[in-house]
């Protein structure tokens, strides 16, 4: 059970810690930096709850080691808003759109639909529901979520 | 009714797409779910599960696992026991399995737990869960309903394998058969509902944290703070103030959560004795195998029309596999209900049963009694296609309108302003199903399979009085000095968006800004008791409760203004937060100022008027609210591959006044795409050892954002009688959405010959393999080679009779020697279908007449007018809870006990005993 | 569902992952990207002592064209490979298959080299690299080694892979430009493994079959060669080639098994016709043209 210095940046900020090896990414982000907005639902890689982004690519915090985080830049949910609060255009066509219901799916949904959208501002419809395939939702049937990702493809044309 | 009196002002805020107030912590990752918190010296809980179905506990040793780094405590039952629990049901009656928090002695399912290990973190107390040794003697388990008929005992200490029963076999035989006897068309359909995981996002959580002397704080996913802490204080024996339950953000409950189970108990429990915070947090893996499961049921329908389509009776034979634990032996028994109440059916009857097995218990799900709908709709659905009729001609024949009400249905319900005939008329009005059944044949030339179904249901809402823990709801409504708004609620949001509805009728009522309304609730420390979601109820009672105390604030608000200005309150109008007095702009005033002056300035109120500006009401709304659906679903289905594909799907609802489009629109839709994944995709399988199956989401398959497709609505609007004129809408999607989609893939696949083959049996979910069933005519799914035959339900002959070791239903049989006297007090229980009663039955003859009174803590009921002859006892007791029926009781007095039955109108027949006194 | 515990290694090239794997005497795992390892070890179904992360190795990395061919080092990300210029070019039917596995989230931290190694028998990419021709390198402390895919799959996750060694390049043949692209697989979700699924290329010459490699996924325990079909492809011009015929063969090739998403039955019928359908669009396409 080997332990390993780490150091990371997230949201901006830069982080050091000592971790176990087998400890997810996801549970450092919750348990040791408190970055409770990433949640863990399924913990083997299918819902997409604890979607986040590392060094730009949006991955399952559930399958990857916060070890293998070294030296990352990551973002969570807590990090995509901007610093006066206002909100991404992503949340904000998920509020407008009632596309979440409880809200424990949604901070994957959201930090997929913001990197799909970094990578290509001008995403398609199809792309965003393409990478929306990786997520489960329980609540909303993804009308509200299919409807908002109309409204930032729509923002895009 | 007149929605919006003259007092406040012109902005509308109920019945619009209002944002909600719950998105902007969820969208920036500042909710609080259960696994957020964390308290110093908090350790955490895993639990050791048993990996077997069914057989006793030799040994446990806990040697090594007690080494292990980080471990604490490893509890058993046996520690647990030291304070003594009795599990209940949702309706606050005991639990009759012989239920413990941990296994004692027996392990009757895979996943029952048996040990607790708590450590310094979750991964630690897993390492030690995997140490823990334990050794048990393995029996054979009963996994069927077909295994529970024919089995040993699941709990060998009962006498039989039935959890509970409903209906009235005899009236089969007396009744309902000889009608279906005469009828031109008899049909008869049977559904096998698949077991269901309910699967939230958010898995079950608690947190316990005992503080100061015998209080404990809980964090706890659940559906009510309010209804969880009374039951934890019921069940522990607990003054109810010494235990608070707080949940704000809960990820999803759909029935899972309604009362607090095995292992959030264990948590509290388990707190008391370690003396320290404790949490628990269910993964995925505990989640789709030991949570309490849901459906598996089996229904068989036998309708008799005449020539028109006319139904003429209809008899139903109904079992669910209940597993070892359910959360309430009644667990998804009450489906017979509001089977027929929107139906001109002359004549229903049913028998029901839930079986114990050693599989996971059911506990409850989002329209818990939704098999009526589906086996109704898919049965009127068949009968239209035997007899040539349209289906929704067929529906126009035997559905109750509006100029019909009030009537009542055979089984005693009545009904007065239910609408699914209305909302079917609106639905069809704005589908062209002409322009599509010609679309379907030019289809089916080209080999294409389009189907329509269409449907129509109602559902009781809002039920308040008539159960233990269905009530009114309270609601405190304050204008702070600030000139803001706090409303204070017993409400819950597991995304039910309450506190965004709530603030909107505040805002209409008030005449304020949306923005100024702060709702708290999530809180057992909040408001007052109610059971927060459960039943479809919050916007119709939490919503009267808010529009009424909000008027009563506004009329205090008004009062002040009036004795300010010395004008006449009604002169006085609210709007946009300032008070307005007609004829004297020069005396409008912010609400801020006049808060100053109720809060701070007493000698300028009215004499006699208490301070500050604040209103609670509690609202006791009608028994029921009835909401009433149609639905219409398109499908294609590829003969190739058996896929199906949804290309359509309209609501048209009638939830009657809509606080929130959004908010309504997001509640149907969701119930739809739980019903999709029920009808095409999820299954809980269990293996003949009875290993559950699906315990990834890799196996237990949810509905994707490509299976659900765009839903369209169309809102009726129907006011109800209640404050607000709101009906329930959080079920509907999941009750209608089966049958309407089955109904549509059994309308493409017609060509082909019905859906549930020869047999008439149709299983779910309607796997690609199964629907090519029905296309190649042969057995593609292997399902004749795994499926059990369906009991011998359907009455066409003869009734169902239950196989040995089933104990017969206690019936009077003929007087033996004269019994003693029956004068006197008696220990009567009544095995009721929402759990069991017990009272003491009064009795005083006469010679054969006989009177006296039934009493329970609840209340005492009078009865005269019964007869005793040879020991044979008859009796009726008219009551008004949960609804107006008569009881008629028929029992033999045999020495110092007495055993029979006891007919309850809708709810079927109930086994009673005695003893006395 | 936490992992048990494990030690950790990062090595930097080959040898060094070798060496760590030699004296981990098999009790050591790699990782790659970890999409289908990280479950197992989250739900304790895999108990290594240590986990070796390749993730820092850049020579396992990248595509490059090798003599006759072209070379996936298997640490290449899914989403890398799916962008790559050389593999659209030569290898379409890879790109084809390698859309299909997973989700957008997955294929970012996913490799190619994981999906291949790991041998899911209903899984896209290892059918391809049978169906391709595709060569698996293997490196341990004792040397190099390459094994054909259809000799590396023996059964569900089993491989010929030794604990000791390391996958180190997966190459695959090149296939004559303008070749067929075959590719057809029913899933009950997108990113759902298969319920049943078939890949594949096909060579012509002269408007004749001149080379053929097909193979199925999810119709048993490990990917399986469609040989008989192939066999009946060969020399075949596309007007006289029987889909329907050819389609029965390649199931004769199976040996699918029941589970709860679909039955035998179900994999070999839909198989049969997906097989036949897509054979008949392909060739009807190409014969138009």
Known sequence: ?157 | ?917 | MKPAPFDYARPSSIAEACAILSEAGGGATVIAGGQTLMPLLNLRMSQPFILVDINGIADLKGVSRVDGGTRVGPATRQADALRDETLARHLPAFVAALGHVGHYQTRNRGTVGGSVALGEPAAEMPATAVALGATIEIASVSGTRSVKAEEFYLGPYMTALEPDELVTGITYPDWPDGHVVLFREVAQRPGDFALVGMVGALALDGGKVSRAGIAWFGMGPTPIRARQAEDALLGKALTEIDADAVAALAVADTAPFDDHHASAEYRRTVGKRIFARTLRETLDIRSAA
């Open chain 2, 1 to 917: 009714m007149n929605f919006h009196a003259s007092s406040v002002g012109a902005t509308r805020y109920v019945g619009e797409r209002t944002p909600r107030k719950e998105d902007s912590r969820l969208l920036t990752g500042r909710g609080q779910f259960t696994d957020d918190i964390q308290l110093p010296g908090m350790m955490h809980i895993a639990y050791v599960r048993s990996p077997v179905a069914r057989g006793r506990i030799v040994s446990i040793n806990l040697e090594v696992a007690r080494e292990m780094p980080g471990v604490q405590a490893i509890y058993t039952q046996a520690d647990l026991a030291a304070i003594p629990v009795q599990m209940m049901s949702f309706f606050f009656t005991p639990i009759e399995s012989p239920v413990s928090l941990l296994a004692d002695g027996r392990v009757a399912c895979v996943g029952d737990p048996v040990c607790m290990v708590i450590a310094e973190t979750r991964a630690m107390a897993e390492d030690a869960a995997a140490l823990v040794e334990m050794e048990i003697e393995e029996e054979t388990p009963l996994v069927t309903i077909a295994d529970a008929k024919t089995g040993p005992l699941v709990h060998p200490d009962k006498d039989d394998n039935i959890a509970a029963e409903m209906g009235d076999e005899d009236m089969l035989e007396e009744a309902i058969q000889p009608l279906l006897d005469k009828a031109p068309h008899v049909v008869t359909h049977t559904i096998r509902h698949q077991r269901i995981a309910q699967s939230p996002m958010e898995c079950r959580a608690c947190v316990a944290s005992p503080d100061g002397s015998g209080e404990m704080t809980v964090w706890m996913g659940c559906q009510s703070p309010h209804l969880a802490a009374r039951y934890l204080a019921l069940v522990l024996g607990l003054p109810q103030e010494s235990i608070r339950v707080i949940a704000k953000d809960v990820g999803g409950g759909f029935g899972l959560k309604n009362i607090p189970w095995r292992e959030e108990v264990a948590v509290v429990v388990a707190a008391r004795l370690f003396g320290r915070p404790l949490k628990w947090i269910e993964d995925r893996y505990e989640a789709l195998t030991a949570s309490s499961h849901a459906r598996e049921q089996e229904v068989t329908l036998t309708i008799g029309l005449d020539d028109e389509g006319k139904l003429l009776a209809a008899w139903s034979d109904y079992a669910c596999n209940n597993g070892a634990w359910p959360m309430g032996e009644d667990a998804n028994i009450a489906v017979h209900m509001f089977m027929w109440p929107a139906h001109k059916l002359p004549a229903y009857g049913f028998v029901t049963r839930g079986w114990y097995t050693n599989t996971m218990g059911l506990g409850g799900y989002r329209g818990p009694w939704a098999m009526e709908s589906l086996i109704r709709e898919t049965t009127l659905d068949k009968a239209a296609r035997k007899l040539g009729i349209d289906p929704i001609e067929l529906r126009r024949k035997n559905l109750i309108y509006l100029p019909d009400q009030p009537v009542t249905s055979g089984m005693g319900i009545e009904v007065t302003d239910i609408t699914p005939g209305e909302c079917l008329e609106k639905l069809v009005a704005n589908v062209d199903v002409a322009a599509f059944r010609k679309e379907q044949a030019e289809a089916r030339k080209e080999g294409r399979y389009l189907g329509m179904g269409i449907t129509t249901y109602i559902e009781p809402t809002g039920s308040a009085g008539s159960m233990q823990p269905m009530t009114g709801e309270t609601v405190h409504v304050r204008i702070e000095p600030t000139g803001k708004v706090v409303a204070m609620l017993s409400t819950h949001s597991q995304g039910h968006g309450t506190a965004t509805t709530m603030a909107q009728v505040i805002a209409d009522r008030l005449g304020v800004a949306y923005e100024d309304i702060s709702v708290f609730e999530g809180d057992s420390a909040i408001g007052a008791f109610s059971p927060g979601a459960a039943g479809s109820r919050q916007g119709v009672i939490a919503g009267g409760a808010t529009w009424k105390a909000t008027e009563l604030l506004a009329d205090k608000v008004r009062a002040v203004a009036a004795h300010l200005s010395n004008a006449s309150v009604d002169a006085v109008t609210i709007d946009g937060g300032m008070v307005h007095v007609e004829g004297a702009p020069e005396m409008s005033r912010s609400l801020k100022e006049l808060a100053e002056i109720a809060y701070g300035e007493p000698g300028r109120l009215p004499e006699g008027m208490a301070t500050g500006l604040e209103a609670q009401f509690r609202y006791q709304p009608p028994p029921m609210t009835m909401t009433s659906a149609a639905h219409c679903c398109v499908v294609e289905v590829d003969a190739e591959t058996g896929f199906v594909k949804i290309l359509r799907w309209i609501s048209s609802e009638d939830c009657g006044t809509v606080i929130n489009p959004g908010v309504v629109e997001g509640q149907i839709a969701g119930g739809l795409a739980q019903a999709i994944g029920q009808v095409l995709l999820e299954e809980m399988p269990y293996d003949a050892r009875g290993n559950p199956l699906a315990a990834t989401f890799k196996d237990y398959l949810m509905p994707t954002i490509f299976d659900v497709p765009d839903f369209e609505y169309l809102h009726a609007n129907t006011p109800s009688q209640t404050i607000g004129g709101m009906r329930g809408v959080g079920e509907g999607g999941a009750i209608i959405g089966p049958p309407t989609l089955v109904n549509a893939i059994a309308d493409a696949l017609s060509p082909f010959g019905e859906l549930g083959g020869k047999k008439g049996e149709v299983t779910l979910p309607l796997t690609p393999s199964r629907i090519l069933d029905v296309i190649e005519q042969r057995d593609v799914s292997g399902h004749s080679a795994h499926a059990a035959p369906v009991p011998a339900a359907a009455p066409v002959s003869a009734p169902a009779v239950p196989e040995a070791p089933v104990a017969e239903t206690a019936a009077p049989v003929p007087a033996p020697a004269a019994s003693a006297s029956i004068d006197g007090d008696w220990d009567m229980t009544l095995k009721a279908p929402m759990g069991g009663q017990t009272f003491v039955a009064h009795f005083e003859t006469q010679g054969t007449s006989l009177s006296g009174y039934l009493s329970a803590p609840e209340g005492q009921q009078d009865f005269s007018g019964g007869t005793i002859e040879g020991g044979r006892i008859k009796f009726e007791v008219k009551v008004d809870k949960p609804m107006k029926i008569t009881l008629k009781y028929d029992i033999q007095l045999e020495g110092d006990t007495i055993t029979g039955k006891c007919k309850m109108g809708m709810f079927g027949t109930a086994k009673v005993t005695a003893v006395r006194a």
């Open chain 1, 1 to 157: 059970m080997s332990e390993h210095k780490i150091e990371l940046t997230v949201n901006g900020h830069r982080h050091a810690a000592t971790v176990e090896a087998r400890t997810g990414l996801g549970e450092f982000l919750r348990e040791e930096l408190g970055y409770t907005g990433t949640h863990l639902a399924c913990e083997h890689g299918v819902c997409g709850a604890c979607t986040v982004r590392v060094d730009g690519v949006a991955m399952r915090s559930c399958l990857m080691l916060a070890v293998q985080a070294d030296g990352c830049e990551v973002t969570t949910v807590e990090g995509l808003a901007a610093p006066d609060g206002t909100f991404h255009r992503v949340q904000q066509a998920l509020q407008d759109n009632f596309g979440l219901q409880c809200g424990f799916c949604t901070p994957g949904v959201a930090i997929t639909l913001a990197t799909v959208l970094q990578d290509n501002p001008s995403a398609t419809t199809g792309e965003m529901e393409a990478a929306m395939s990786g997520h489960i939702c329980r609540c909303t049937g993804y009308q509200g979520i299919r409807r908002a990702i109309r409204q930032l493809a729509g923002e895009n044309a």
